[in-house]
């Protein structure tokens, strides 16, 4: 089992930065890949970001291509998020999740999941 928990979410104005992070406890060791997803009131959970834990690869949705980025830590078993030039949009809970098989934009392929952090940007 895999126990994630994030943390950083705040509330900010329009074109500032935060950074979330996610650590990730457990039997980590057949992890292969994170992501970051976003959920909106009354909306589907969105894809934002997912980075392969072995490689660093990495894969953004369009919406966040050039502001996020996405990174992991190995040593600290820390994934992040850093969320840069924010919008009014981007408002949401992110969560935290983690697979043993491949990186999906498709948040039904990912077993394990944390809480989820508050991410709030005013106009």
């Known amino acids: 089992q895999v126990q994630l928990v994030e943390s950083g979410g705040g509330l900010v104005q329009a074109g500032a930065s935060l950074r979330l992070s996610c650590t990730a406890s ?49 040593a600290k078993n820390t994934v992040s998020l850093q969320m840069n030039s924010l919008k009014p949009e981007d408002t949401a809970v992110y969560y935290c999740a983690a697979t043993n098989g491949p990186a999906t934009r498709s948040y039904v392929n990912y077993p394990y999941w944390g809480q989820g952090t508050q991410v709030t940007v005013s106009s």
């Open 26 to 74: 457990g039997r980590t060791y057949n992890m292969y890949s994170t992501a970051w997803f976003r959920q909106a009131p009354g909306k589907e959970r969105e894809f934002v970001a997912w980075v392969v834990w072995t490689d660093s690869h990495t894969y953004y949705a369009d919406s966040v291509k050039g502001r996020f980025t996405i990174s992991r830590d190995n």
